[in-house]
């Protein structure tokens, strides 16, 4: 056990700090094992602020000097960071420290990627590079000189002078310390340009290692489209000479929107046909935009403190999400959000870890980098759009950007823009982003007279620290459709305020059937008792195509849990209904393909679970398998004329026409594969020259038990493409079967290209058996020791990810005795390790509640 325990803080207890700067200069003397940093920084008294102590963050750092004003200085120093005597009127800070990058492997601050310096400061990084007041909410222009041998040496902002072993660059725009990067390496770049609306000319750059220059055309042209289309839809332009890229191997998140500097994943920026899959190439697409957009929802306007997290989070999804649904198809995108936000999102407020979309207390920042705060935050503005309308959402944020630009800013000044532009009360509205858990929204419907009343019911569960949920304020879009299948109600939002509230439609010459819902206008669980026939027929009928997939999607679930709960054979009705949806070529193959995905088996262990079934993983997987193999029969006609169908002529496109049809296509080779064993897949396998073609064919292989030869033929055609070999990792642990799971993701950690001290390939390994339900919770308990082990061992190397990884454990309460026993072994085992991180003390704390 740690030695004091970490205190939360809370929201409550704002204050600002007692300085603010004017200016920042850095100077970085590169080397592995000792860079030295020195800053000079001018400071004076902020006439806002009562508490004038003058504590700067830092950890991990070796002081050399400082000074005040020229004269040297005595901090006093803790391992949080240093206080010292400030004059009361402006006042230059200088010091200087040594820095190990070369031993940092928690991937915060600078650190080394494949020989390559790098840094990521979001959220408290920075305090790990030199003393500052670490906080978003104090901003100041950077100037920063970089000296060393790199090739490449990159910093924020626009450049200033270089030459031999050194590089200058200024930013211009104030910035919290979290935006600040820095870069040093040997990298080429694959360049680009961009005109501005207003003729500003902009150069672009995706830097990478040697040898990954042929992946950057994708991302560049991605850029490119963002750009334009934050131009067109919100009006925003870009605002530097300069817009760098940078692909890192080692990081622990997706990427960071560094001002003029964004610093990626690989994994998520370098793109091929050979190498990566269309769903690849669309979430690529999907962060590259995403990093773009934060220039104006996160740096020109950024968070006053880290509550605020959700400000620039929620916003910035909900513009992606626009953007994305704009470039491509806005039906599948919502259906793909939706199915990630009940997969992710709905877990976590279902069990222990769930908390505010703003929460009001943490221990660790790190810790909130949440579903719940990127995506049911990007769920309140879609629902604050639709209660508003289109045209006052953009009046809002034009006030919001002519409001705050160039301010920290909080929730409320979020809202107060909206009441302000719209006159509407939003106080109501609010207890989305305070009140946690998922709502639930029961319906019942009457009919009589030409009248159709629907009446709903709204509740929300106790979560943890939150008892009382207040009714919230919900947009609940429907239609109304006639017995012969035509609407006779167009979409129409309905906002509910009350705890029960009815609302009726007039003028009807038969009972309707209600499509309620649409678009997933809130972000609650629907419940209703609904016939098969009644989902079979909006399944067949239904204008809104979102509505129209859940329709099967709640019929293949019904059915599931039938079979599950009373041991059910698999429902014909969903057989025929979805066997009409496949057939149905006037339907996007894109649409199709999702439609004919099943519930996950987490899905199906909550909805087991909330219906008061102790849920047991391998009779879910039972049930899939039962059902996939009864679909392959009833479609074995149909499967090999899709998939002849739906093959793609000519040169392969990233694009949404293209990965619809193949999809659709390696769709109807997973049902062909249940009937043929793997012939059909073993010649798409050997035939694909791309990776879309080639990862389906090597996952029905697998599925089939035929996948041997392929494992080999894979490694060896693969083996010097890191983001390819972590695919051939994931897949075999995902695609084994259950009682296999945890033994060939300990086989693979043994392989000798698994290392854990890089983030990808850990989640490649162990985050694959954490998402293998039936694998990770088999009886034996293997699944949770061996992830427990390697927890275990990452905690002192990398405290962040193996922190996000304990969410493996959010679910634990859904299960039975046996196995509930089971994971508290092992959680107080993670408990018990001495010196455990801050970060993964307080998620398994709050775990195992
Ligand atoms: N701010 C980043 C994003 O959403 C995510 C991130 C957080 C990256 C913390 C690194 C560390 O784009
Ligand atoms: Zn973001």
Redesign the pocket.
Known sequence: MRETTPQPIYLKDYTPFGYLIDSVDLTFTLSPEATRVRSRIAFRPNPDASDTTFFLHGENLKLISAAIDGQSITPKLTDQGLTADAPNAPFVWEAEVEINPAANTALEGLYMSNGMYCT?C??EGFRKITYYPDRPDVMAPFTVRIEGAEKVMLSNGNPGASGEGFAEWHDPWPKPAYLFALVAGDLINHPGQFTTKSGREVELNIWVRPGDEGKCAFGMEALKHSMKWDEDVYGREYDLDLFNIVAVDDF??????NKGLNIFNSSCVLASPETSTDGNFERIEAIIA??YF?NWTGNRITCRDWFQLCLK?GL?VYRDAQFTSDLRSAPVKRIEDVIALRARQFREDNGPLAHPVRPESFVEI?NF?TATVYEKGAELIGMLKTLVGDAAYYKSLDLYFERHDGDAATIEDWLKVFEDATGRDLSQFKRWYSDAGTPRLKVSDDYSDGTYTLTFRQSTPPTPGQDEKPPRVIPIAVGLLGPNGDEVQATQVLEMTEEEQSFTFTGLAAKPTPSILRDFSAPMILQRDSSNAERAFLLAHDTDPFNKWEAGRALAKDGLIAMIREGASPDSAYLDAITAVARDDTLDPAFRALAMGLPSQDDLAQTLFDGGTTPNPQAIWDALETLRQARAQHMQDLAPRLYAQYQVEGDYQPDAAQSGARSLANTALGLITRLDGGAQAQRQYDAADNMTQQLAAFCCLLQAGKGEAAIAAFYDQWQHDRLVIDKWFSMQVVQAAPDQTAAVADALTQHADFTMKNPNRFRATLGALAMSPAGFHHASGAGYELLTDWLIQLDPLNPQTTARMCSAFETWKRYDAARQDLIATQLDRILATPNLSRDTTEMVTRIRG
């Open positions: 990521q979001e959220a622990n998140m997706g990427a960071m929107e995403h990093e934060h989070e910035t790190n980098y």
